[in-house]
C-alpha cells in the first residue's frame, strides 16, 4: 500500500521529464527551421522573373492582376484608341504606355511625352499647342508643339489631373477636332496623334470637386487601364525582385547567386507605398550593399520612415470649409440631376432656400459644366 505512491510520482517525473524533452525538441526544430530559412536560397532567376509575356517583354508579373493588364494590352495596343492609365506612383504607368506605342502601328517612330505637372502652367500651352515668332515676349523662333510632334505616333499625357483647367478646355477642342493651332498663328493644323493619358489622381472625384473637366474625362476615359499598387499583388514580388537584382548585379558588375529566403520574406512583410519604383530601388541598393553570393539581407526604409510614411498615407489632407461645401454642394446637385429648384432639387435636401443654394454656388465657382448628369 506504501509503494504505490511513489510509483506514482516516478512515472509523473517521467511524463514531465518527457514533456521537458518534447518543448526542447520543439524549440530546436524551430531554430532549425529558422537556420534553414537564413541559408537556403531560392534563385535569382525564377521562371516568374522572365517576362510573362512575349509582346511586352520589359514588363514582369505573372499573377492574376497582371495577366489582366496582359490582356488588356494586346486588346487595345494595335488600335488608336485614346487609353486612360491609372495607377499610384510608381505602379508603372509610363511603362505600360511605351508598351502599348511599342506594339502599335507606329512603334517606328518616337512616342512624344508631355508631363503635364513639370512644366509651369504659363508655358504649358506654347509646349503642348506650339507657337509663331513674336507670338509673345521670348517667343524668337516659331516652334511646333508636342501635338505637331507627336503627328501619326502616341502623345503621352503623364500626370493629366495636373492640367489647368484652362488648358483641359483648349486640350478637349483638339481631340475633338484633331486640329491645333499655334499660340499667334491662324493657321489650323491637321494632326493624326494617338493619345494616352496616365494619372495618380481619382479623376472621377476631381470631376466632383469640379478640378477636372467631365467631358475631358469622358474623351480620356475611353479605355481605362488600372494598375494595381504593389501590396495588392504580392505574388509577383520575387519575380520583381529577382529582375531587378539581376539587372543590378549585372550593373554593378557582382555575382549575385540567389536571395535568401528570410530576404523574401522582409519584401513580403512590407507595405511599399511607393510601388515598383520603391521595390526597383530598395533592391538595387540592397545588391550593392551586400557581398557577392546570396542576397541575405534587405535595406528598408528606417522604422520611424516607415511608420511615418504609412501615418501620412493615411492622413486625409486638410482641407477648407469653402472645399468640403464645394464638394457635398455638387454631390447633392449631382445626385439631384442637376436640379436646383422645386420639390426634387438640390436646395429642398440642403435645407435652403434656391436662391440662396444659387448664389453660394456662384460664390464656390460651382458651374453647370461641373455637373455630371444634368436632367434640364
Ligand atoms: N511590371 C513591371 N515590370 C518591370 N518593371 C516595372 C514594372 N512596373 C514598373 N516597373 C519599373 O518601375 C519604375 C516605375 O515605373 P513607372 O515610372 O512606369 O511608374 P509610374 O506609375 O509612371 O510612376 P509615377 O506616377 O510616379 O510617374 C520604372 O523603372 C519601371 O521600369
Redo the contacts with the bound molecule.
Keep these: 500500500m506504501m509503494k504505490k505512491p511513489a510509483l506514482l510520482s516516478d512515472t509523473e517525473r517521467l511524463i514531465q521529464m518527457l514533456a521537458e524533452k518534447d518543448s526542447q525538441i520543439e524549440k530546436l526544430n524551430k531554430q532549425i527551421e529558422a537556420y534553414k530559412n537564413e541559408l537556403e536560397a531560392l534563385p535569382l532567376d525564377t521562371g516568374a522573373s522572365k517576362p510573362a509575356s512575349e509582346a511586352f517583354p520589359?514588363?514582369?508579373?505573372s499573377g492574376k492582376e497582371?495577366a489582366d493588364i496582359f490582356t488588356l494590352l494586346s486588346q487595345v495596343a494595335a488600335s488608336s484608341t485614346t487609353v486612360l492609365?491609372t495607377?499610384?506612383?510608381?505602379?508603372?504607368?509610363?511603362?505600360?504606355?511605351?508598351a502599348i506605342h511599342q506594339a502599335s502601328p507606329a512603334r517606328g517612330k518616337a512616342m512624344v511625352t508631355v508631363?503635364c505637372a513639370a512644366i509651369p502652367a504659363s508655358l504649358m500651352e506654347s509646349e503642348l499647342f506650339g507657337h509663331e515668332k513674336g507670338a509673345f515676349t521670348g517667343a524668337m523662333e516659331s516652334r511646333a508643339g508636342k501635338f505637331e510632334q507627336a503627328d501619326n505616333s502616341t502623345l503621352f499625357l503623364?500626370?493629366i489631373g495636373e492640367l489647368p483647367l484652362l488648358l483641359q478646355a483648349k486640350l478637349l477642342r483638339v481631340l475633338q477636332e484633331r486640329v491645333v493651332e499655334r499660340i499667334g498663328g491662324n493657321k489650323s493644323i491637321k494632326v493624326n496623334v494617338r493619345i494616352i493619358a496616365?494619372?495618380?489622381r481619382e479623376l472621377q472625384r476631381e470631376v466632383m470637386n469640379g478640378t477636372f473637366r467631365n467631358d475631358l474625362y469622358y474623351r480620356l476615359n475611353v479605355f481605362p487601364i488600372a494598375?494595381p499598387p504593389l501590396r495588392h499583388r504580392r505574388e509577383?514580388i520575387a519575380a520583381?525582385a529577382g529582375?531587378?537584382a539581376t539587372k543590378q548585379a549585372k550593373a554593378a558588375g557582382k555575382n549575385i547567386t540567389g536571395i535568401s529566403r528570410k530576404a523574401l520574406q522582409d519584401l513580403r512583410n512590407y507595405t511599399w507605398p511607393g510601388?515598383?519604383?520603391e521595390?526597383?530601388h530598395v533592391i538595387e541598393r540592397s545588391v550593392l550593399l551586400n557581398g557577392d553570393g546570396v542576397l541575405r539581407t534587405i535595406y528598408l526604409p528606417d522604422a520611424p520612415d516607415r511608420k511615418y510614411l504609412e501615418e501620412a498615407a493615411q492622413e486625409e489632407p486638410i482641407r477648407t470649409l469653402d472645399e468640403i461645401d464645394r464638394e457635398y454642394i455638387l454631390k447633392v446637385v449631382n445626385h439631384c440631376k442637376g436640379r436646383i429648384s422645386g420639390p426634387h432639387g438640390a436646395a429642398v435636401l440642403l435645407g435652403m432656400p434656391s436662391t440662396t443654394l444659387i448664389s453660394k454656388m456662384q460664390r464656390l465657382g460651382i458651374k453647370k459644366e461641373h455637373f455630371i448628369e444634368r436632367d434640364f
Excluded at 87 to 98: N, Y
Design positions: 520589359d514588363i514582369i508579373g497582371m492609365i495607377g499610384e506612383t510608381g505602379t508603372g504607368k509610363e511603362l505600360i504606355a511605351r508631363n503623364d500626370e496616365a494619372t495618380n494598375l509577383d520583381l529582375f531587378f510601388n515598383i519604383r521595390l526597383q
